[in-house]
């Protein structure tokens, strides 16, 4: 991959919305030519998606229980676990899955409606799928900094407490 694609590639990952011309004048280039290497890109999917960071908190009626749910798996022979991946990333609450090193073998991020709605994923589809093993489930309380953006912090989180 040349460097400018590299170049291209870093920017509009720090920001999706940049212009095509600031884009071209970034990298040195013509705009043509950063239509192309993003096509091309796009084609070769290189480039999966443009994507916004929202903070659905402060989105009435929008807000979500966020969970990260460690799995722990039998690898199946000649797909590894590859096959078990996909049975979960097509169910539509999974926002993210992981394989991992360490204890769990993957890592599944979760949306749903309410900690229940978590809860009956996990027990009626999870974790009835006959390779899983266990599981274990955190939930997000709060978030501070997700791809790279730092959520705003609202006056009372900076507070200091003291106590006698």
Do not use: C
């Not at 590894?80 to 599944?108: H, Q």
């Not at 900690?115 to 996990?122: D, I, L, P």
């Not at 997000?140 to 407490?161: P, S």
Request: glycine share 4%.
């Amino acid at each position: 991959m040349k460097g400018t694609e590299i170049e291209i590639l870093q920017i509009i990952e720090e920001n999706g919305r940049v212009s095509l011309p600031t884009l071209a004048k970034m990298v040195d280039a013509t705009e043509e030519e950063v239509s192309a290497i993003l096509k091309k890109l796009e084609e070769e999917k290189v480039i999966l998606s443009y994507s916004a960071v929202i903070d659905w908190s402060k989105v009435e009626q929008q807000e979500s229980v966020t969970a990260v749910i460690d799995v722990k798996v039998t690898p199946q022979r000649g797909v590894g676990f590859d096959e078990v991946a996909e049975r979960i990333y097509r169910f539509p609450e999974v926002k993210a899955l992981y394989l991992m090193s360490g204890a769990y073998d993957l890592s599944v991020v979760i949306e749903g409606k309410t900690m229940s709605q978590v809860a009956r994923f996990v027990s009626e589809k999870l974790s009835t799928i006959d390779t899983v093993i266990s599981t274990t489930t955190h939930f997000q309380l709060k978030k501070y900094k997700h791809d790279g953006v730092v959520f705003e912090q609202g006056e009372e989180d900076h507070r200091i407490v003291v106590t006698p």
